[in-house]
């Protein structure tokens, strides 16, 4: 069963425009989310967790248990946000990734 | 420098032939991890470590074995690889318990085709 749904496989901005990637889950525990990012030649790396509540990048990402989803949002878009973005969560043990979403941001 | 390293990063083999890609961590973590990502199904989980002597199938263990004699080391071995299992290999490691954050550190990964 899938268990992470990234809906959007290409999503492109303008420079400045706000930016919203979406993340849906199905998990029956208390879920553990994680964005990942993965820029050009480099190797994929936490953006942020659920659970520290912070800003990393200017993005930040807010658990939404009644629609199961960890949409990840910023308000205005940078080129250097260009890249492949995975939302995860994390069961116990186990990982589960989406399919990721491919962000471009147009100057 | 701390990183978990991969290798080989690059390699073409044909069916049937056993070959092992190598995962190493420099960073004491117990949790280690692999992955195959695949274009339109993102990175799904092969086999997992919590700790030395301790391994659990992932999502698609099917076609693959792992071992953990060391805590730096969870070498993904290919029996009998098939043209099925052409794909781009990412190991990852992470702390557990007390220090737990969640965070998993990757490896730059191992593109794998099987002929």
């Known amino acids: 069963a899938q268990r992470v749904t990234q809906p959007e496989k290409l999503l492109s901005v303008f420079k400045g425009a706000p930016v919203e990637l979406k993340c849906n889950y199905s998990y029956s525990g208390s879920p553990e989310l994680f964005w990942y990012v993965q820029y050009s030649r480099q190797r994929l790396q936490l953006l942020l967790r659920h659970i520290s509540r912070e800003s990393i990048k200017g993005f930040t990402a807010d658990l939404n248990k009644g629609e199961t989803s960890f949409h990840l949002k910023k308000p205005f878009a940078q080129e250097e946000d260009s890249a492949m973005y995975y939302c995860?969560?994390?069961?116990?043990?186990?990982?589960?990734f989406g399919t990721g979403t491919s962000l471009t941001v147009i100057p | 420098e701390a990183q978990v390293t991969q290798n080989p990063r690059y390699l073409i083999t044909v069916t049937g032939k056993k070959l092992t890609v190598t995962c190493s961590q420099n960073?004491?973590?117990?949790?280690m991890s692999w992955y195959r990502q695949d274009p339109g199904l993102g990175l799904r989980q092969i086999y997992y470590s919590m700790n030395v002597e301790v391994t659990d199938k992932g999502d698609v263990p099917e076609g693959y074995k792992v071992s953990r004699k060391e805590k730096r080391n969870f070498p993904l071995i290919l029996e009998s690889p098939s043209p099925n299992q052409t794909s781009l290999y990412f190991c990852?490691?992470?702390?557990?318990?007390?220090?737990?954050?969640?965070?998993?550190?990757f490896g730059e990964g191992s593109r794998l085709t099987v002929l």
């Open positions: 960073m004491n973590h117990e949790y």
């Open positions: 990852a490691s992470s702390l557990t318990g007390a220090q737990y954050t969640g965070e998993l550190f």
């Open positions: 995860a969560l994390n069961t116990g043990n186990q990982f589960y």
